[in-house]
């Protein structure tokens, strides 16, 4: 008698982001580009790593006084309060005050699983979420899964061409008292300081809680404490928030995804308290975190020359994604290509959107073999010396053609 798979009602799931990249690869063409990389490129097609990583990598391999045994389930200390600093700044008030913590988490949406399920034990009133970012975040999915309702709002007008502060103003303003919101991309608003305030006070009358989404620090202006500035505005009024704080990307160390789930309390006491119900949490989650991340961060972080030849890597890194964005707006122009390209320039970061509709987007994939996500939000990093030619070419005559029209 034939086995029954307990597994006969399991379907396949919905095709995820990979598609693209899967039907790149299938593609014979030599011309054939793909511009949606999640990674930082350098000009020759490669990974970005900050040039004093492999130094870091070769150090520690070769250091025997190294210990190998379990980390706390809080994770690593010096890695936590290394990465504290970086995002705050060494003294800043929510530090001098002791009442800023951490806990060292996994890959990019650990802080957001952890945070998640800290937040729906210990809030149990606030059962939606608000999730309001520059595109569709993954980390909608973990707050689904807990049970939350998730409410998800872009800031990028698509007809205007450029982030919208005003979604941001009026979400605070009609959301529910004590919901939660997720914040991305905030700083890449420019909100005025008539704006800020009234941000500010939607978000205080209402009690609504922040969590604030920090992917890439340094890499939207190049400019490490501008990029969290913004933070600021949540310490002076006393608000107490969430951080997901990502450090992979803006170190080149994408496969050793480490992050960092940061709280911000009234005063130490409760802030101990939160800690102490995270790491609690953590036991159920991945019990103990991977540290080879964590020690090359640490090891940059915490020594002065390594720390400053680090940072002039992600500053340059950044001053190369401006410029190919000011060549691509250029060579736009100089082919006559309809409508203005300020849009490109006025965006922050490596991911930033063309401005394509989906026809346009379509056009690009099926006849010129250039691979690009369906919203236009594509990976500046991507385009070189070598293929900028051709993608703006085919830009102009993907805008022009009458197959790119709505």
């Known amino acids: 008698m034939p086995t029954l798979s307990v597994f006969l009602d399991v379907p396949l799931a919905q095709k995820l982001e990979g598609s693209l990249l899967k039907t790149y690869k299938q593609d014979d063409c030599p011309k054939k580009i793909f511009l949606a990389y999640r990674v930082c490129m350098t000009t020759e097609g490669q990974p970005w790593v900050s040039s004093v990583v492999p130094k870091i990598r070769l150090q520690i391999s070769q250091d025997p006084s190294l210990n190998y045994e379990y980390m706390p389930m809080m994770g690593m200390k010096s890695f936590t309060e290394a990465s504290l600093k970086l995002l705050f700044g060494k003294y800043n008030q929510v530090i001098v005050e002791n009442r800023v913590g951490g806990v060292h988490t996994v890959g990019d949406n650990g802080a957001f699983q952890l945070g998640a399920q800290f937040l729906k034990i210990w809030r149990k009133d606030s059962r939606i979420v608000y999730i309001i970012s520059s595109k569709k975040e993954s980390h909608g999915l973990v707050f689904q899964d807990m049970g939350f309702t998730v409410c998800e709002y872009s800031l990028w007008d698509s007809k205007q061409l450029c982030m919208d502060p005003n979604v941001l103003l009026d979400v605070a303003e009609q959301a529910p008292h004590g919901c939660i919101f997720v914040i991305g991309n905030i700083g890449d608003c420019k909100l005025t300081q008539s704006q800020w305030a009234r941000l500010i006070a939607s978000m205080k009358s209402k009690q609504i809680f922040p969590f604030f989404?920090?992917?890439?620090?340094?890499?939207?202006?190049?400019?490490?404490?501008?990029?969290?500035?913004?933070?600021?505005y949540f310490v002076s009024q006393d608000f107490e928030f969430f951080c997901s704080q990502s450090l992979s990307k803006i170190f080149g160390i994408y496969d050793e995804g480490v992050g960092v789930l940061v709280v911000v309390a009234l005063n130490n006491q409760l802030l101990l308290c939160v800690l102490s119900q995270l790491m609690n949490l953590t036991q159920a989650l991945w019990l103990n975190p991977p540290t080879r991340g964590a020690r090359i961060i640490t090891s940059i972080l915490c020594n002065p020359a390594l720390q400053g030849e680090w940072k002039q890597s992600l500053k340059e890194l950044v001053e190369n994604i401006m410029l190919i964005k000011e060549k691509v707006k250029e060579k736009l122009r100089l082919l006559g290509t309809p409508g203005s390209w300020d849009h490109i320039t006025d965006q922050n970061g490596p991911q930033s959107y063309l401005g394509l509709n989906s026809q346009k987007v379509e056009y690009l994939v099926k006849k010129k073999h250039i691979y690009i996500p369906k919203?236009?939000?594509?990976?500046?990093?991507?385009?070189?010396?070598?293929?900028?030619?051709?993608?703006?070419?085919?830009?102009?005559?993907?805008?022009?053609?009458p197959e790119g029209s709505e």
């Open 213 to 232: 989404d920090i992917p890439y620090q340094g890499l939207s202006t190049g400019n490490l404490e501008e990029d969290t500035g913004f933070l600021q």
């Open 375 to 401: 919203n236009g939000r594509i990976n500046f990093t991507c385009i070189n010396a070598w293929n900028i030619d051709y993608i703006t070419q085919s830009i102009n005559e993907a805008v022009l053609s």
